[in-house]
């Protein structure tokens, strides 16, 4: 069956921006010395600095920055706090993927299949940052076919917090081939329209990334 469709309205500034930079940061554009001031990213925006300022706020809140003396900075977490984070995501992605998968649309599963193609392809031409990208348009596409948008932004929100180690884990290529073939187990899962298989496979994923994602955390704050 299929989903009634959001009536999405147009972004205002605020959103532009929040969108903006949770993506920069989803891909690995933003770095931990990378500090964020609103009035500098309003100027290069060429917006006011209002809207930028509550994007930033909105990005503290979720626990993505947290604030300094002069702006924002990424928040960093600790090996337990990923833990603890994917612990949450386990109560809920294998049901938000059982329901997209009963839910699922032919954009929805275009998008996910094309999104394999470009993962795949990524990884064979050894392009990390690209790869990342092509991962982020995967998950998007099938957490968008989730008819539950509250749900959507929670799952949005705690993915966002484990951003550092997963980019630093997508550089190295065997990781990059485990999450190809992880992803399309996924997508066959949704094509064959299996929700049980479906939310099988996102729990295996989240297990595989927790683990890994901690031990690499523990790397990056021991450097």
């Known amino acids: 069956m299929a989903a009634t469709p959001y009536k999405k309205r147009e972004p205002n500034i605020r959103e532009q921006v929040y969108g903006m930079l949770r993506q920069d940061i989803a891909l690995g554009k933003i770095s931990f010395e990378v500090r964020l001031v609103d009035n500098e990213i309003a100027a290069s925006l060429n917006v006011?600095?209002?809207?930028?300022?509550?994007?930033?706020?909105?990005?503290?809140?979720e626990g993505v920055l947290e604030s300094t003396s002069r702006?924002?900075?990424?928040?960093?977490?600790?090996?337990?706090?990923?833990?603890?984070?994917?612990?949450?995501?386990?109560?809920?992605?294998?049901?938000?993927?059982?329901?997209?998968?009963?839910?699922?649309?032919?954009?929805?599963?275009?998008?996910?299949?094309?999104?394999?193609?470009?993962?795949?392809?990524?990884?064979?031409?050894?392009?990390?940052?690209?790869?990342?990208?092509?991962?982020?348009?995967?998950?998007?596409?099938?957490?968008?076919?989730?008819?539950?948008?509250?749900?959507?932004?929670?799952?949005?929100?705690?993915?966002?917090?484990?951003?550092?180690?997963r980019i630093a884990c997508l550089q190295d290529p065997l990781f990059r081939r485990e999450t190809l073939q992880r992803a399309q187990g996924i997508y066959q899962a949704f094509e064959q329209g299996q929700p049980e298989q479906a939310a099988q496979k996102i729990h295996e994923n989240l297990v595989i990334c927790s683990s890994a994602y901690c031990i690499k955390q523990a790397e990056l704050l021991s450097h």
């Not at 929805?108 to 982020?136: C, F, K, S, Y």
């Open 71 to 165: 702006g924002f900075v990424l928040k960093i977490y600790t090996p337990q706090d990923i833990e603890d984070i994917f612990s949450v995501r386990l109560l809920l992605e294998p049901s938000a993927a059982h329901l997209a998968c009963q839910h699922q649309s032919a954009v929805g599963l275009r998008a996910m299949g094309q999104a394999v193609a470009r993962i795949e392809a990524t990884h064979q031409q050894g392009d990390p940052l690209d790869n990342i990208q092509a991962n982020w348009s995967f998950r998007s596409a099938w957490i968008n076919m989730v008819p539950n948008k509250q749900l959507i932004d929670t799952m949005e929100r705690l993915h966002d917090r484990a951003d550092q180690a």
């Open 48 to 61: 006011s600095r209002m809207p930028v300022r509550e994007a930033l706020l909105q990005l503290k809140n």
